[in-house]
C-alpha cells in the first residue's frame, strides 16, 4: 500500500533547496515535529536496525523525500531527535539560567544555591512532560548503544558547576562521578517505572512525588558537602 503523503509537501521535495522560503517556513516546523515523533517512537520499540526510513515517513504522514530534505538520511535523523531535544532543553534552561556566568567567579554559596536552582528546574523538566515516554525509551536505548554524541549544555555545565563547588578538575573521576550520582537522583523514578510508580500505585508523578524528588536530591548534595 502506498504510503500516503501531503501534496504541498510533494511540491516542496520534489523542488528541494529551490522551495519558497515562505512554503519552507510554513511547513517546516509541523512536517518535521511529525517525523521526529514517529521515528522516535518506532525507534524505540525497534531500534536503529529495525526501522527503515519508509516506515518512519508512513507513520508520520509525511513524503519519503523530507528526511533527504531535514536530515540527510536515517544517521541524521537519528541524531536530529538528540538535537531537538537538546534545543528544546536549552531554550528552557535559559528561562533560569545564563549559562555565560561562570561557575568559578561565584561564591560557594551561590554555586551550591544555583545547583539547587538547576536541579529543581531539572525536576520540572523531566516530570512535566517535558520528555514523553517514547523519547524516555529512545534514550535508555542510545545510552546502551552509544550510536552517537549526547552532548547538553546543560549537562556540560552542571559538571562545570560541581568541579567549582568541590574544588577540582572537571575531568576528575570523582567529579564525573558525583554528576552521574546527583543526575541519578532525579532520573531514577523516571526510568524504574516498577520500582516507583507501581508501588505507589500510581500511573503518574504528582506535585507532591515532584518536591520529595525534589528534597531527596538536596538531602543527598548537603551529605556531598559535608563528607
Given amino acids: 500500500m502506498p504510503t500516503k503523503v501531503r501534496s504541498d509537501e510533494k511540491r516542496i521535495a520534489g523542488r528541494g533547496q529551490k522551495s519558497s522560503d515562505s512554503e519552507c517556513t510554513r511547513l517546516i516546523p509541523a512536517t518535521k515535529e511529525r517525523i521526529l515523533a514517529s521515528a522516535t517512537k518506532l525507534f524505540a520499540q525497534k531500534g536503529f536496525d529495525g526501522v527503515g526510513i519508509r516506515e518512519i515517513c508512513k507513520d508520520a504522514d509525511a513524503n519519503i523525500c523530507m528526511i533527504s530534505y531535514f536530515w540527510g538520511g536515517k544517521e541524521g535523523l537519528y541524531q536530529g531527535i538528540l538535537d531537538d531535544l537538546i534545543q528544546r532543553q536549552t531554550e528552557y534552561v535559559k528561562t533560569f539560567l545564563n549559562l555565560e556566568i561562570e561557575p568559578e567567579t561565584l561564591s560557594k554559596k551561590e554555586q551550591v544555591d544555583l545547583l539547587y536552582t538547576i536541579l529543581d528546574n531539572a525536576v520540572e523538566m523531566l516530570y512535566g512532560g517535558f520528555i514523553s515516554a517514547d523519547l ?70 504528582s506535585e507532591e512525588d515532584k518536591n520529595i524528588i525534589k528534597n531527596n536530591v538536596r538531602t543527598y548534595i548537603q551529605a556531598l558537602l559535608k563528607g
Fill in 136 to 205: 524516555m525509551k529512545f534514550l535508555l536505548q542510545e545510552q546502551q548503544r552509544q550510536r552517537i554524541e549526547l552532548t547538553s549544555p546543560l549537562l556540560v555545565y552542571v559538571r562545570k558547576l560541581i568541579t567549582a563547588i568541590f574544588g577540582k578538575k572537571t575531568d576528575d573521576k570523582d567529579v564525573i562521578f558525583k554528576t552521574i550520582f546527583i543526575i541519578s537522583q532525579i532520573n531514577s523514578p523516571k526510568i524504574m517505572p516498577a520500582f516507583s510508580l507501581k508501588l505507589l500505585k500510581q500511573e503518574k508523578f
